[in-house]
């Protein structure tokens, strides 16, 4: 699979992104409401990819950085829109792009990947914990939700030389 780096508005990420809205009604019954700007998906504060097989866009996610908070530590990003169209499931690409996406937050300086996806998606759990993500205490607007699972994972940070 190759991942170029798109804007979250560019046509490709579009379909993708209505077809993973699209999976969340079926296994749901409604979208993600999760606010996102196109904005927060570019360099230096984010980054959104979409990955092609045979110049045909199969798969897309990226991640955006938070302010420090109280959900969020400095040098946090979420992930968000991790998603394989149907017919290119089940030959590692999420696996793919999410080793991608933490390259990428890695060569940012950022020191924790964070995410939230649901109780009705054990794929996404199972690729996550078979990443090495562990559960986190919710966080954003599906705090509090029963179906809503939260996990992170810290980033190897290469060493910044001392100035």
């Known amino acids: 699979m190759e991942c170029r780096t798109r804007t979250l508005n560019h046509p490709d990420a579009l379909e993708l992104i209505f077809a993973l809205q699209q999976e969340y009604v079926r296994r749901y019954g409604g979208e993600d409401a999760t606010p996102t700007d196109v904005s927060e998906f ?21 991640w955006r950085a938070h302010e420090p908070g109280p959900e969020f ?53 199972g690729l996550y914990t078979s990443s090495g993500y562990s559960e986190i205490p919710q966080f954003g607007m599906y705090r509090g939700d029963p179906r809503s699972r939260c996990f992170g994972k810290l980033l190897a940070v290469a060493a910044q030389p001392a100035r």
């Open 42 to 62: 570019v360099a230096p504060r984010g980054t959104f990819i979409v990955g092609y097989l045979d110049r045909t866009a199969v798969a897309c996610g990226g």
């Open 73 to 125: 530590a400095a040098g946090d990003v979420e992930v968000k829109r991790m998603y394989v169209v149907p017919g290119a499931r089940g030959r590692g690409l999420s696996r793919i792009l999410l080793v991608e996406l933490e390259r990428r937050a890695v060569a940012a300086d950022r020191r924790r990947l964070v995410l939230e996806t649901g109780s009705r998606q054990p794929e996404a759990i």
